[in-house]
C-alpha cells in the first residue's frame, strides 16, 4: 500500500472537519473576539487608517499610499464606514469579521489535523494580533487562505484565482511579494502545462495589474522620508523575524540566563524549525519555489528597509502554512519509496513542531487577552472621553506628537493644531516635514504658542509626556491618562490648559 502524506494529497478540495466541531470552534473564537473587541481602546496607527478614509476623497487617499507605505485596499474598505458617519468601532468590527472569515476558511478547509487548527486559531496572531488589532494584515491572510482553498480550481476558475491575487497585492507592501510570486508560479503553470484559452492569460494580466496599481501607490514622492537613515535595519533582522514568527515573545522567561541568552535560543530553535519545514517540501519544487521567492522579499524588506514588528514576523508563519496547504495539490518530484517515506517523516515532524509552537503561543495569547481585557491598550479613549464630557473639544487642542492622533476619531470635525509642522490636521503625513518637527523640544513648542496664538483662552495642550514646572510656562494640568496602559507605546496623555 502507498504511504499517504499527511497533508491527505487527493486533488479535490472539502471539508476535512465535521461541521459541528467547525461552527463550535468557529462561534467559540467569535465569542471571545467579540468581548475583547469590546475592551479595546484603539492606538494611533488604527486611527489614522479611519482618518484618512474619512477626510479624505478617493483620489487624495491614493496619494496618500506613498506616505504611508501601504496600498489602499484596507482604507477602500472603511470608506463607506467612515464617509456615512458611523461610529469608530465600525473599523474593527469590519476588521474582526475579516478575522472570522480568515478562521472559518482555515478550519473547514485546510488540509490539516482538528488540534493543528485549535492551537492555530487560538494562538497569538490569530487570536489577537491580527484580530484584535485593525491593520491590513488580517485582510492579507483571508486572501491567502481563500487563495489555498481554492486552489486546486485555479486553472478551472482562473479569473477569481487572479482576482484573489490582485487584491492580496494591494493589501501591504509584504503581501506584494507572495503575491508576486504566486503570479509568476501561475504564469509558469499555464507555460509548463500548455493552458489552452484565454482566460488563463486574462487571469496573468488582471495579476499584473494588481501588482502595478500597488507598485504606483508605494512610489515615492520628493518629500517621502527615508527611514533607512536613522531606523536601523540589521542583517540579523530576518532571524529576528522568524524567531518572533514561531515565539512572538521577548525571552524564555527563564532566571538562570540573560535575556539576550534566552533570546538567542529562540532564534536558534526557530530558524532550526524554519529550515525543517522547508526541507519537508523539498520534493516539491514549485511549492518550494514560491515559498522562497516570497521569503526573499520579506527578508529583503526586514533586513535592508524595515526590520518590522510582529505584525509583520507573524506573516512567516502564514506564509509556512499556506505552502504546507498548498504543497498537497503536487506530486513529489521523486517517486522512490524511501524518498516518499523521508518526506512523509519531515512533514509530519514540521506539523509536529509548529504545534509545539503553537501551543506556547497559545499559552501567550492567553496572557495578553488578559491584559486586553483588564488594562487599556491606549489611553486615548479616555482621554477623548474627558475632553468630549467637560466640553473641551470647543477649545483649541495643541499637540506635540502623532500618537495625539488616536484622539480624533472619536470627535466629529475636530483638527489638533500640531506644533511640529505647526499646521491643523487630523492624521499625519509622515513626510519631511512631519520628520523635521517630530522631536520639537517644549521650549520650542511653546514659542510657536507664543507666536500663533497671543491670546491663550480657550487654549489646551495635549502631551504623551508630563510638563516638568507646568505653572511656570502658562498652563496647568487639567486630566492625566498613565495608568496600566500596555499597548504599543504605550500611549499615556497629558493635557494642560492655557492659564489667561
Same mark, same amino acid.
Given at each position: 500500500m502507498s504511504p499517504k502524506n499527511i497533508l491527505d494529497n487527493n486533488n479535490t478540495t472539502k471539508k476535512n472537519t465535521s461541521f459541528v466541531m467547525a461552527t463550535f470552534l468557529i462561534l467559540l473564537y467569535s465569542a471571545i473576539q467579540i468581548v475583547l473587541l469590546l475592551h479595546h481602546e484603539p492606538w494611533e496607527d488604527e486611527a489614522q487608517a479611519w482618518? =484618512?478614509? %474619512?477626510?479624505?476623497?478617493?483620489?487624495? =487617499? $491614493? %496619494?496618500?499610499?506613498?506616505?504611508e507605505g501601504s496600498p489602499a485596499l484596507w482604507h477602500m474598505l472603511l470608506l463607506p464606514f467612515a464617509k456615512t458617519g458611523l461610529p469608530y468601532i465600525s473599523e474593527f468590527i469590519l476588521h474582526l469579521i475579516i478575522a472570522v472569515a480568515?478562521?472559518?476558511?482555515?478550519?473547514?478547509?485546510? !488540509?490539516? +489535523?482538528?488540534?493543528?487548527?485549535?492551537?492555530?486559531?487560538?494562538?497569538?496572531?490569530?487570536a489577537y494580533e491580527y484580530s484584535i488589532i485593525a491593520r491590513t494584515y488580517s485582510l492579507s491572510i483571508l486572501l491567502v487562505f481563500l487563495i489555498a482553498a481554492l486552489y486546486n480550481k485555479r486553472f478551472e476558475y482562473p479569473l477569481w484565482h487572479a482576482f484573489l491575487i490582485f487584491l492580496l497585492f494591494n493589501t501591504n507592501v509584504h503581501s506584494f511579494f507572495i503575491s508576486f510570486s504566486l503570479t509568476i508560479l501561475f504564469a509558469w503553470e499555464i507555460y509548463r502545462n500548455s493552458v489552452q484559452g484565454g482566460k488563463p492569460k486574462i487571469a496573468v494580466l488582471v495579476m499584473c495589474l494588481g501588482g502595478l496599481l500597488s507598485f504606483f501607490q508605494l512610489l515615492p514622492q520628493p518629500d517621502t522620508v527615508d527611514y533607512r537613515t536613522f531606523i536601523a535595519c540589521p542583517l540579523p533582522a530576518p532571524f529576528i523575524a522568524t524567531a518572533n514568527a514561531f515565539f512572538p515573545w521577548e525571552a524564555l522567561f527563564c532566571p538562570l540566563i540573560t535575556q539576550v541568552e534566552q533570546r538567542l535560543i529562540l532564534i536558534t530553535i526557530? @530558524?532550526?524549525?524554519? $529550515? =525543517? @519545514?522547508? +526541507?519537508?517540501?523539498?520534493?516539491?519544487p514549485v511549492v518550494l519555489f514560491m515559498l522562497l521567492l516570497s521569503f526573499s522579499g520579506l527578508f529583503y524588506i526586514f533586513a535592508f528597509q524595515y526590520h518590522g514588528a510582529r505584525r509583520h514576523h507573524g506573516l512567516i508563519l502564514i506564509l509556512l502554512l499556506f505552502a504546507l496547504w498548498i504543497s498537497?495539490?503536487? %506530486?513529489?518530484?521523486?517517486?522512490?519509496?524511501?524518498?516518499?517515506?523521508?518526506?512523509i517523516k519531515l512533514a509530519r515532524l514540521s506539523i509536529g513542531l509548529i504545534n509545539v509552537c503553537l501551543a506556547l503561543s497559545l499559552l501567550y495569547a492567553s496572557g495578553i487577552q488578559y491584559l486586553e481585557y483588564k488594562y487599556p491598550f491606549s489611553g486615548a479613549k479616555e482621554m477623548a472621553d474627558f475632553i468630549m464630557k467637560n466640553h473641551l473639544d470647543q477649545y483649541t487642542?495643541?499637540?506635540t506628537r502623532s500618537q495625539a492622533a488616536a484622539l480624533l476619531p472619536y470627535f466629529t470635525e475636530k483638527k489638533f493644531w500640531y506644533a511640529g509642522i505647526g499646521a491643523y490636521g487630523t492624521f499625519v503625513t509622515y513626510n519631511k516635514k512631519y520628520l523635521a518637527g517630530k522631536e520639537i523640544s517644549n521650549e520650542q513648542v511653546f514659542s510657536k504658542i507664543e507666536k500663533a496664538f497671543p491670546d491663550k483662552s480657550h487654549l489646551l495642550?495635549?502631551?504623551?509626556? !508630563?510638563?516638568?514646572?507646568?505653572?511656570?510656562?502658562?498652563?496647568?494640568?487639567?486630566?492625566? @491618562?498613565d495608568k496600566d496602559i500596555f499597548g504599543y507605546g504605550p500611549e499615556k496623555f497629558y493635557l494642560y490648559e492655557a492659564i489667561s
Open positions: 482618518l =484618512i478614509a %474619512r477626510d479624505l476623497d478617493i483620489v487624495s =487617499i $491614493f %496619494r496618500q499610499m506613498s506616505y480568515a478562521v472559518t476558511v482555515f478550519v473547514l478547509y485546510a !488540509p490539516f +489535523s482538528n488540534l493543528t487548527k485549535v492551537l492555530f486559531i487560538f494562538s497569538y496572531y490569530m526557530a @530558524v532550526l524549525i524554519f $529550515f =525543517i @519545514v522547508i +526541507s519537508s517540501l523539498s520534493k516539491k498537497r495539490y503536487y %506530486r513529489d518530484s521523486q517517486n522512490k519509496l524511501s524518498n516518499k517515506m523521508k518526506h487642542i495643541i499637540a495642550l495635549l502631551l504623551t509626556k !508630563p510638563l516638568d514646572f507646568s505653572e511656570s510656562h502658562g498652563f496647568k494640568l487639567l486630566y492625566k @491618562v
